[in-house]
């Protein structure tokens, strides 16, 4: 069974939702900083072709069932701020990769755990997951200590897991959350 789809899930001050073509040019400010990228799998985005591409590439993984992207909005206009991903989905054992970005004019407000908290009390809550799991390179101190924040165990240190961006290789940190971790619990 693939992930379903849903509604959107509100906060205070934020709507994490599925993306819209609509969200693009958004996104494009987000994607196209050097500096929020730098820690993504991902080449830094250029133009909206690249934009329309990611999007393209999305809608795929979504297809085949194992994905869901989403965006991070602000409440009081819709505009996309962020993203959010849950991805490699693993129906049979509960299991789901979360990633996500938000564009550096949003650092440092607590919005980024403000959409992760909706987003992981939905999955151990209402998906019904049982283990949620991240990637996150070392040097990503910021990433690191939210997700350390979140209630993610750090489960161990993958060496030269991949190869980043210029080709070299990038050991990653895994951390790992499970839905009876989680403060509402899970099922």
């Known amino acids: ?48 072709d690249d934009a329309q591409a990611w999007l393209a590439r999305m809608r795929g993984l979504e297809a085949a069932g194992d994905t869901r992207q989403l965006v991070i909005a602000r409440r ?44 992981i009390g939905h999955a151990v809550g ?13 040097d990503n101190l910021a990433s690191n200590a939210l997700l350390q924040r979140l209630g993610f165990t750090l489960e161990g240190r993958l060496r030269q897991r991949y190869s980043g961006k210029a080709g070299r290789p990038v050991d990653i940190h895994l951390w790992g959350l499970l839905a009876q971790e989680w403060p509402d619990g899970g099922p």
């Open 126 to 138: 209402p998906l019904g997951l049982r283990r949620i799991e991240a990637e996150v390179q070392p």
């Open 76 to 119: 009081e206009d819709d505009v996309a701020i962020g993203t959010a991903l849950l991805f490699k989905h693993d129906e049979p054992n509960r299991r789901v990769d979360l990633g996500y970005v938000l564009g550096r004019t949003h650092w440092r407000q607590g919005l980024a755990r403000e959409a992760l908290t909706a987003l």
């Open 1 to 48: 069974m693939s992930l379903p789809e849903w509604g959107p899930l509100l906060t205070p001050r934020l709507c994490v939702r599925p993306v819209t073509d609509t969200d693009l040019p958004a996104l494009l400010a987000v994607n196209s900083d050097d500096e929020a990228t730098r820690f993504l799998p991902y080449a830094t985005w250029r133009s909206l």
